[in-house]
């Protein structure tokens, strides 16, 4: 009893320890203390709800019913305490990283998005007070930043332009790290790599050759600034006509083996209808011909 | 037109005899309704399993989200496979010309007729909403194999009575002025379904016409139907049932089958309706060997379906055949494979291992392994779905067939065996006019030294000297 005792103990703390491992969630700590740049208004926790239901519900559920979907570690329900003693800071970074079957969600939703997130989740939590970013936090720039989009058509390049205004002076921002994105039906795609403005305030992407748009190839960009401490949540969206027309077509237009009986496959229906036809009317000239059996003999008998 | 009736089969001086020999089993004695008893007094408690079934819904049975094709699905592919032992004898073995079927044709077609009706039945029960069957017909896709299959099991089961009865016409002519020992009202079957035959040589070519006719249609219809049955399956892209070779496989097991149990009903017939002149040893000899050869085709299908998945190994085979190799479905995947075909087969090489008795032996391990087989192609892949099974209650994540379930799937057993006793008990199983025939050419050959061709009218004791 003894000896398995001493067998069996290590592989349990190193079970538990590996599970605990597992369990923990480290955010760095930086991150641990970030905090929104907007306060939770109705409005943003109402915009909040609306993203949680088209990302979050279908693996954690509707917040308080504990009905998140059995995965492996299992989601976490938002109402919990255990969820609420997160701080606003770690929620944004889990939501952005994600880790195992968390997604991460930075490419798809915005920093502004992922924070009415965290506020709409707040409401699940009545000792939550909020602590906005101090204003002078809000960017150590310490202005307005501005960023304009533009299509050069002639190169096929997609310009960026930061603009700050500080003590009522409008200048070109120099060496801001700038990430281009384009909305996709799950999640945005990056574009090229992270880019710095040059001296005067430019950055130029090569528009993407071959991805699908709209029916004219509008595809809908974004371009943001990455140094959020520096400059805030800055960001623009615009709609440019830089991808492939695309006009989808209906899985369900022509006929195909998945449609319905009135499309279905001009062979199938002749195959099927001949051969029913071939065989039903091999049977019914054999019954014809059993007839003809009978005849002979009520012919033979009325002779006879 | 015409004007004289053939008098050559009523003249044979065989005829008497060989009328009386087969005529003898027919009529329904005291032991038909004892044993028919049994029958209706089981098939009224599997009726009562699916009484229940029917009012609580398919929650009774084993089948949950995953497994919804358990053994009712396996069920019915066997008896589908079950039915084509008509078509191998009458359609294939028929038009190579082999005379010897003939004595045991008409019973091969029985078991096609019963287990073709039957089989239909089957699909029903796996059903939550039978009342909904009619919406197969009023919404169904002619893109969906589950149409094909119902329009050739339909198509197989006619022509199988048609095989089946067009044969018989001169014999209840012959039959009905002789069975004077019958109730009335089956002498006015005989005489309807005799249609007015009177030997009359053009009623013959007709006769003869149709069937040849009816033999080359049920081969390429038995074809579709198995294969058709097999691509219920073969269309989904799920480990164990995604594969090529899924209708030829398929059709060979079924012929295996099929003839396991021709050779048991061989059996029961021979020993029950003392027809051992008819029956002969060599017919079992030669059915042990055609059991050998469509085993040894089954078996290198077999060999096919597990070493080329094996190979390559993709994530999900590889788990299903270790599941079926090693896993929880081992000790029923090498009992059937070994028990009920690798056995069979070596047993089968040796002319001893085809004598009746022995051979009916091997029949019935074959035939029950048929069974399992078919429960080891549809309940494994089912186990395993592409999506990850996590958190499920246990009854979810492993089939576990119920009592319920198990009568309604022995009920069609039941049914099968009704139908053949009604049709062996009314009607002469072994047909008497081509008896007569082989008979006369028997007569006719008789100066031959060694006349192979027709040995149905060997007695028993002259076919074991034979040996």
Redesign the interface.
């Known amino acids: 009893m003894r000896w398995s005792l001493h067998l069996i103990l290590p592989f349990l703390t190193f079970n538990f320890l590996q599970l605990n491992g597992q369990e923990n969630w480290e955010v760095p700590e930086e991150r641990q203390g970030r905090l929104s740049p907007f306060e939770f208004s109705d409005s943003i926790q109402q915009q909040g709800s609306i993203h949680y239901s088209v990302n979050c519900a279908s693996c954690h559920g509707t917040p308080g019913q504990g009905n998140f979907e059995?995965?492996?570690p299992l989601p976490v329900d938002p109402a919990t305490a255990e969820f609420q003693e997160n701080t606003d800071g770690e929620i944004f970074y889990k939501v952005s990283e994600g880790r195992g079957l968390m997604p991460s969600f930075k490419n798809v939703l915005s920093a502004q998005e992922i924070w009415e997130v965290v506020g709409y989740l707040r409401t699940y939590n009545a000792d939550y007070v909020q602590e906005v970013r101090p204003t002078a936090e809000l960017s150590a720039y310490g202005g307005t930043v501005e960023l304009l989009m533009a299509h050069l058509t002639d190169q096929n390049k997609i310009q960026v332009v930061a603009k700050g205004t500080r003590h009522g002076e409008t200048q070109p921002i120099e060496a801001a790290e700038v990430a281009l994105r384009v909305k996709r039906y799950f999640g945005d795609l990056q574009l090229d790599e992270t880019k710095f403005t040059n001296p005067q305030g430019i950055v130029e992407f090569d528009a993407p050759q071959e991805l699908p748009g709209d029916e004219s190839g509008h595809l809908e960009l974004t371009a943001h600034l990455v140094n959020q401490e520096m400059f805030g949540i800055t960001q623009v969206d615009t709609t440019l006509a830089v991808g492939q027309a695309f006009v989808p077509v209906s899985l369900t237009r022509d006929r195909a083996?998945?449609?319905?009986?009135q499309k279905?496959?001009i062979w199938?229906?002749l195959a099927?209808t001949l051969?029913?036809l071939i065989?039903?009317g091999?049977?019914f000239?054999?019954?014809f011909?059993?007839k003809?059996?009978?005849d002979?003999?009520?012919?033979?008998?009325s002779?006879s | 037109?015409?004007k004289y009736?053939d008098t050559s089969i009523t003249d044979n001086p065989k005829l008497d005899k060989i009328a009386k020999d087969l005529l003898q089993p027919v009529g329904l004695n005291i032991r038909f309704h004892i044993w028919m008893g049994l029958l209706t007094l089981g098939l009224m408690a599997c009726l009562y399993a699916y009484w229940i079934q029917l009012n609580e819904g398919l929650i009774v049975t084993g089948l949950r989200d995953h497994v919804s094709w358990g053994m009712y699905l396996a069920n019915f592919v066997f008896f589908v496979a079950a039915s084509l032992i008509g078509m191998l004898i009458s359609g294939i073995l028929g038009l190579l010309g082999q005379e010897w079927i003939k004595p045991i044709a008409r019973i091969a077609e029985i078991i096609a007729v019963a287990f073709a009706a039957v089989a239909g039945m089957v699909i029903v029960s796996d059903m939550g909403r039978p009342d909904r069957l009619p919406y197969v017909f009023m919404?169904?896709?002619?893109?969906s194999p589950i149409l094909?299959d119902v329009?050739v099991v339909t198509?197989y089961m006619?022509?199988s009575l048609?095989l089946w009865f067009?044969p018989m016409?001169p014999d209840m002519a012959i039959a009905k002025s002789r069975m004077d020992h019958c109730p009335k009202w089956l002498s006015f079957v005989y005489n309807i379904l005799s249609?007015?035959?009177?030997h009359?040589p053009?009623?013959y070519k007709?006769?003869f016409?149709?069937t040849r006719?009816?033999f080359i249609?049920v081969v390429p219809?038995a074809f579709?139907i198995h294969t058709v049955t097999s691509w219920l399956f073969a269309v989904n892209p799920r480990a164990g049932w995604d594969s090529t070779i899924f209708g030829p496989y398929f059709l060979t097991g079924a012929f295996v089958a099929g003839s396991a149990g021709l050779i048991m009903a061989m059996y029961f017939f021979r020993n029950n309706y003392r027809l051992k002149a008819y029956i002969t040893t060599e017919h079992f000899n030669k059915m042990g060997k055609l059991l050998f050869l469509t085993g040894l085709i089954y078996l290198y299908f077999n060999i096919n379906e597990y070493i080329v998945p094996g190979y390559k190994l993709k994530t999900a085979d590889a788990i299903h055949l270790k599941e079926l190799l090693t896993g929880h479905f081992a000790p029923l995947f090498w009992s059937v494979q070994i028990g009920g075909l690798i056995i069979p087969l070596i047993l089968l090489l040796f002319k001893r291992f085809r004598q009746p008795g022995i051979l009916t032996i091997i029949a019935v391990f074959v035939f029950i392994a048929s069974w399992f087989k078919r429960y080891l192609i549809v309940v494994p892949t089912m186990e395993h779905p592409y999506l990850p099974k996590?958190?499920l209650p246990q009854e979810w994540m492993l089939y576990q067939p119920t009592l319920i379930e198990t009568a309604i799937t022995i009920a069609p057993f039941i049914l099968v065996l009704m139908i053949i006793t009604v049709l062996s008990k009314l009607f002469p199983v072994v047909p008497i006019w081509e008896m007569a025939e082989l008979g006369e050419q028997h007569e006719a050959h008789e100066t031959h030294p060694i006349d192979e061709s027709s040995l149905s009218d060997e007695t028993d004791i002259k076919s074991h000297s034979d040996e």
């Open positions: 059995r995965l492996d083996m998945w449609n319905v009986v279905a496959p199938l229906l099927y051969s029913v065989a039903w091999i049977i000239y054999i019954l011909q059993i003809k059996i009978f002979i003999g009520a012919e033979l008998e002779k | 037109m015409y009736t919404y169904g896709r002619i893109q094909w329009t198509t006619v022509i048609l067009i016409i249609l007015k035959w009177t009359h053009e009623q007709i006769l016409k149709a006719i009816l249609l219809t579709a996590q958190f």
